[in-house]
Nanobody
């Protein structure tokens, strides 16, 4: 089973930046599609960004041009660079690893953006 540990969350002012990291405990990290989701209080979890095993990225419309997902297969880590943060980006951010018939989640890291 893949263990995912997120880090890098915190409190930042609007317009600021944060970089989230998600470290995976697996020797076959490169075979997983990786994604970042977020869930604000009282709302459903939503996809923020995903990156395929081949490095192709996709983004929610709300974060396009501000967030960037990347992966380092040598370090078993996926990143989410978040720029120009807005108060509406405040959420718990979760890392997800996915292969056919397998899905794993981290515990999440809180991001709070103050206005």
């Amino acid at each position: 089973q893949v263990q995912l540990v997120e880090s890098g969350g915190g409190l930042v002012q609007a317009g600021g930046s944060l970089r989230l990291s998600c470290a995976a405990s697996t020797s076959i990290f490169s075979s997983y599609a990786m994604s970042w989701y977020r869930q604000a209080s009282g709302r459903q979890r939503e996809l923020v960004a995903g990156i395929t095993t081949g490095g192709n990225a996709n983004y929610a419309d709300s974060v396009k041009g501000r967030f960037a997902i990347s992966r380092d297969n040598a370090k078993n880590t996926v990143y989410l660079q978040m720029n120009s943060l807005k108060p509406e980006d405040t959420s718990v951010y979760y890392c997800n690893a996915r292969r056919p018939l397998y899905d794993s989640w981290g515990r999440g890291t809180q991001v709070t953006v103050s206005s």
